[in-house]
C-alpha cells in the first residue's frame, strides 16, 4: 500500500468516525465572539483566501472532500443558497489530499461556489471531528457558528444559522 493510499484510507475512516460523532451534535455558537483564525485556505491559483479581503460579506466556509458522500449532497444546497444571496460569499475548501480529486469532483458543478484547498489535519485541528464542517462569519470576519455535519443550506435550518451573522 503506497503512502497516498494509506493517507486516503486513514482520513475516510477518520471521516466516517468524525461524522457520525457529529451527526449528533447541534451547531456551534462560539461563547466568545471572537475574529476568526481559521486553517490556511488556498484558492485555486495558489494564494491563500484571506477573511480581511472577504469583509462587508457574510461568508460560509465548507470544509469539504471528494471521498465524502455527505459532502456530495451538501454542495448543491450551498450553490442554490449562494445563487440567492447577494450578500454572502460561499467558499467550499477540499481538504482532499490530492487537489486535482478536488478539482475533478467540483469541476463545473457550482459555479456560485469559490473552490478552495486546506490541509485536513489543519482543519482537524480547527475542531472537524469530520466531513462536512462548515463556519459561518459575519460581516466583519467573526465567527459566528460551526456546523459539524451536512445541512440543506437552502432550508430552514441553514437560513437560521446565516441570520446569526447579519
Known amino acids: 500500500m503506497t503512502?497516498?493510499?494509506?493517507?486516503s484510507v486513514r482520513a475516510l475512516v477518520l471521516a466516517a468516525v468524525g461524522g457520525l460523532l457529529a451527526s449528533a451534535l447541534p451547531a456551534r455558537v462560539?461563547?466568545?465572539v471572537t475574529r476568526a483564525v481559521l486553517p490556511p485556505i488556498a484558492s485555486t491559483d495558489g494564494p491563500p483566501l484571506s477573511v480581511d479581503?472577504?469583509?462587508?460579506?457574510?461568508?460560509?466556509?465548507?470544509f469539504w472532500a471528494s471521498w465524502c458522500g455527505p459532502c456530495r449532497k451538501e454542495l448543491p444546497s450551498l450553490d442554490r443558497l449562494a445563487a440567492k444571496r447577494s450578500d454572502l460569499i460561499v467558499i467550499a475548501a477540499s481538504v482532499d489530499a490530492d487537489h486535482d480529486d478536488g478539482v475533478r469532483a467540483f469541476a463545473g458543478r457550482y459555479p456560485h461556489l469559490r473552490l478552495g484547498f486546506s490541509a485536513l489535519p489543519a482543519v482537524?485541528?480547527?475542531g472537524a471531528l469530520g466531513m462536512p464542517y462548515s463556519v459561518v462569519l459575519?460581516?466583519?470576519?467573526?465567527e459566528k457558528a460551526r456546523v459539524p455535519r451536512a445541512l440543506v443550506?437552502?432550508?430552514?435550518?441553514g437560513a437560521a444559522l446565516l441570520s446569526r451573522a447579519r
Not at 503512502?3 to 493517507?7: G, L, T, W, Y
Open 53 to 62: 479581503a472577504l469583509r462587508g460579506k457574510i461568508v460560509l466556509i465548507n
Open 124 to 126: 482537524q485541528r480547527f
Open 30 to 32: 462560539p461563547p466568545k
Open 153 to 157: 443550506w437552502d432550508g430552514p435550518d
Open 138 to 142: 459575519d460581516r466583519t470576519g467573526r
Open 3 to 7: 503512502d497516498r493510499v494509506r493517507s
